[in-house]
Every structure is written in structure tokens, then in C-alpha cells.
């Protein structure tokens, strides 16, 4: 990793003295482990990684040592690193272990979404180029006119846009496939993405999409999977690269 402190060094905390008088030591440390905490979720630090230092750390994050080891402290007690005398602090992180309550879409980083959808939406469409009867198709086209209805109005783009890749799911007729897309249109309508939203729907790239959407649905409507196949991983190929764009923005 080239410089891993510029991910989590944010605003410094400066005053060493301030580390003595209890309380405001007890909010600097959390501050600290709110940010190796998002350092080692977000993979700055992977799995096994060794921590800098107590020093280094308290130098790079512009705080006391005795600060740095109170967080240490709170990591390990969250399972997060394990502490080895004479070795150093190693990070113990596998990925995410939720609640039974925790929203999922907190977690999941644009890119990941787009990930997910690649691992599930061809498969679906093929699935959908198979399975999908005429009633199915019909209630499609009417999502898609709906969708192409919509002009450059990016809310009524975005909620016809879901329908469109949710009726995909249901097309595939694979009830375990419906309730993973229904899972993924969740965290697509999450509020985090109503940046990447005003960002990336131009006027052009909604017009540029609903030519896309169309291919998709003509190659179901002649019952050619592979065609349904290609289209959609070039409409995600799309989807990633523009997001990539809006990210660099």
C-alpha cells in the first residue's frame, strides 16, 4: 500500500496534552478507532496486515501514544486486530458479520454493488431469454415504455430503471433469484446513492441507457439468451464505467 494515512488520517487531533484529562482522551480514542475501524473494513488494511507502530500511528494520526493504545484497546476488544507481545497489532477481518437488524446497503461501496449486480444479472437474463412467457413480456414492454416515458427526469428514470432489472428477476421465474435482486434494488435505493444519481443521469446517458434497455428486451422477446446475455453485461460495463467517472468527479 502506498500511503495507507492518507485514507484514515482526516482532521488531526494536535493537542497532546488534552490525552490526560479523561474525557476528551476517551472522544480522541474514538475518533481514532472510528477511523482504523473504516481503514480496515474499507481494505486500506486487509486481513493479516500488520498496524504501523504505536509511534508511527500516533505521529501519522497527530495524537498521543497513550491515545493510540486506548484504541488498540477498543479494536481488540471488538474482534477487530489481535495484539501479539513482541510481534505488533495484526488485523483480524474477514468481512462484514451482521446483525439480524443491520441494513446492508450501509456497508456495500457503489463499486461492490456494481460487482454484485455482474454476479447476478446475466445469469437472470439468461434465465429470463428462456423462461419468460408472453404475459411476462408484456407486462416488460409496458415497464419499458414507462421507463422511456420518462425524459430527463432522473427520479422517474431511476424508479422505472429498477422496475425494469427487477422484471428481469422476475422473468428468470427463480424465486431465490427475485429475492437476491429484490436485495440489491434495496441498496440501490438507498439515500447514499442520490449523489452518484444527479452526477452520472444526464439528459444523453438516460437516453443512452433506454437504448440499451431496448436491446435487452428484443434479444427476450426472440428468445436469444446470448444476445440477452451480451446486452446486459454492456449495459453494466456502462453502469460501472460512469460510476467510475461520477467517483473521479
Known amino acids: 500500500m502506498s500511503d495507507p494515512f492518507e485514507a484514515i488520517a482526516g482532521e488531526r487531533e494536535t493537542s497532546g496534552a488534552s490525552d490526560d484529562l479523561g474525557l476528551t482522551a476517551s472522544r ?22 500488520q498496524l504501523p507502530p504505536e509511534r508511527q500511528l500516533a505521529i ?12 488498540l484497546d477498543q479494536l481488540e476488544a471488538r474482534g477487530l486486530v489481535v495484539r501479539r507481545v513482541g510481534s505488533g497489532t495484526f488485523v483480524n477481518y474477514a468481512g462484514p458479520i451482521l446483525a439480524p437488524d443491520a441494513d446492508v446497503a450501509d456497508l456495500i461501496s457503489p463499486m461492490q454493488l456494481i460487482e454484485a449486480r455482474f454476479a447476478v444479472e446475466p445469469s437472470m437474463t439468461r434465465l429470463a431469454a428462456i423462461h419468460a412467457n408472453r404475459r411476462d413480456l408484456d407486462s416488460f414492454e409496458a415497464v419499458l415504455q414507462s421507463i422511456e416515458a420518462c425524459g430527463a427526469d432522473q427520479d422517474q428514470f431511476t424508479h422505472w430503471d429498477m422496475e425494469f432489472h427487477l422484471q428481469l428477476a422476475r422473468c428468470s421465474r427463480n424465486p431465490l433469484l427475485l429475492k437476491v435482486y429484490q436485495q440489491i434494488n434495496s441498496v440501490r435505493a438507498n439515500a447514499q446513492w442520490s449523489r452518484m444519481k444527479r452526477v452520472i443521469l444526464t439528459p444523453a446517458k438516460i437516453a443512452a441507457y433506454n437504448v440499451q ?3 435487452i428486451f428484443d434479444a427476450l422477446s426472440h428468445r436469444d439468451s446470448q444476445g440477452a446475455v451480451d446486452a446486459i453485461t454492456a449495459h453494466l460495463e456502462t453502469a460501472r464505467q460512469d460510476l467510475i467517472g461520477a467517483e473521479a468527479a
Open 28 to 49: 480522541s480514542a474514538n475518533s481514532i478507532v472510528n477511523r482504523l475501524k473504516n481503514a480496515i473494513e474499507t481494505g486500506v488494511f486487509s486481513d493479516g496486515d
Open 60 to 71: 501519522s494520526l497527530g495524537t498521543a501514544r497513550s491515545t493510540i493504545r486506548k484504541a
Open 213 to 215: 434497455h431496448r436491446e
